[in-house]
């Protein structure tokens, strides 16, 4: 959901980072160059990030296909219903090859979204935050509450299973954040040495 606390999420997971390790990833709308191609591909190119970073964040990512292009209209049905076993095997891909993946749905009560999309109206530091698709996608709540609870039922198997994320306090979702990325690290690198 917009304004439900990514952002803020994973400005906080990598604070403590050195900046040499990790690369956060912006996902916007496709470009003309990747509409000629399968949406998984621009996803695909992403992978192939410098060897030296061994994080990649994705903010946003390739379950647009099945949320915001579903209830846009910008896929025809037949493309995002097939979306959820293409999605499924392109994470099994990774997982099998020994990515370890994270991944994290951050939900938001739709009044706790009108009342940070006021603020942001009303602070002029924030107001860049905010657009009018962020009003349109909010008038259009119930399609996309529709899509998002098919996305997380059919696309969390056991070796890529969804976080859920409360963003309705912020300060809760960013360590919910941090324990979970803290679990997966530790789950990937397998039992401790004595």
Request: proline share 5%.
């Amino acid at each position: 959901w917009d304004a439900a606390g990514k952002g803020g999420a994973i400005r906080r997971l990598t604070r403590a980072m050195d900046a040499r390790s990790y690369i956060v990833i912006p996902v916007a709308a496709p470009t003309d160059e990747e509409h000629r191609y399968h949406y998984l591909w621009r996803f695909w190119r992403r992978l192939e990030a410098p060897r030296d970073k061994q994080i990649l964040i994705f903010d946003r990512s390739w379950y647009g296909r099945v949320l915001v292009e579903r209830v846009e209209g910008f896929a025809r049905e037949a493309e995002w219903r097939r979306a959820y076993g293409e999605i499924n095997g392109f994470e099994r891909q990774l997982v099998d090859h020994g990515t370890l993946l994270a991944k994290f749905w951050f939900h938001i009560a739709p009044q706790e979204q009108l009342e940070r999309f006021e603020a942001r109206r009303e602070i002029a530091y924030k107001q860049w935050k905010l657009t009018e698709e962020d009003w349109r996608n909010r008038e259009k709540w119930p399609l996309y509450e529709a899509a998002v609870e098919e996305m997380l039922a059919r696309t969390s198997p056991p070796e890529a299973p969804w976080t859920l994320i409360s963003g309705n306090d912020k300060l809760h979702a960013r360590v919910a954040t941090l324990r979970r990325v803290i679990e997966v690290v530790e789950q990937g690198l397998g039992p401790r040495q004595r």
